[in-house]
């Protein structure tokens, strides 16, 4: 199983930028999706997740800003990032719970991070 983040990138404070995380490999179902933020120095900070039923939570730092949605027929997530802010530079990272074909329980899986950068 993979999972592949894209969509980051260099942005204006106020700007916008969406981005992206496909799941692939032997995947059977995805419960819970989340998405993660890390600033060097300091540990990962967890933004949103978003159950397979579409129920979401927020870290109070985004919400308001950040939208999380998924399409459970193409095994991805993505992240509408709005008003960003220069606090919000950081890597982001996918993280899913992923029951795989064979298995008898779920793990959770990470990608492998999209860089975004927010200048003042």
């Known amino acids: 199983v993979q999972l592949q983040a894209s969509g980051g990138g260099l942005v204006q404070a106020g700007g916008s930028l969406r981005l992206s995380c496909a799941a692939s490999g032997s995947i059977r179902s995805i419960a819970i999706m989340n998405w993660f933020r890390q600033v060097p120095g300091q540990q990962r900070e967890f933004l949103t997740a978003?159950?397979?039923?579409?129920?979401?939570e927020y870290a109070a730092s985004v919400k308001g800003r950040f939208t999380v949605s998924r399409d459970n027929t193409k095994n991805t997530i993505d992240l509408q990032m709005n008003s960003l802010r220069p606090e919000d530079t950081g890597v982001y990272y996918c993280?899913?719970?992923?029951?795989?074909?064979?298995?008898?329980?779920?793990?959770?899986?990470w990608g492998q991070g999209t860089q975004v950068t927010v200048s003042s």
């Open positions: 978003i159950t397979r039923n579409g129920a979401t």
């Open positions: 993280n899913a719970d992923i029951l795989q074909y064979g298995a008898r329980n779920s793990r959770y899986h």
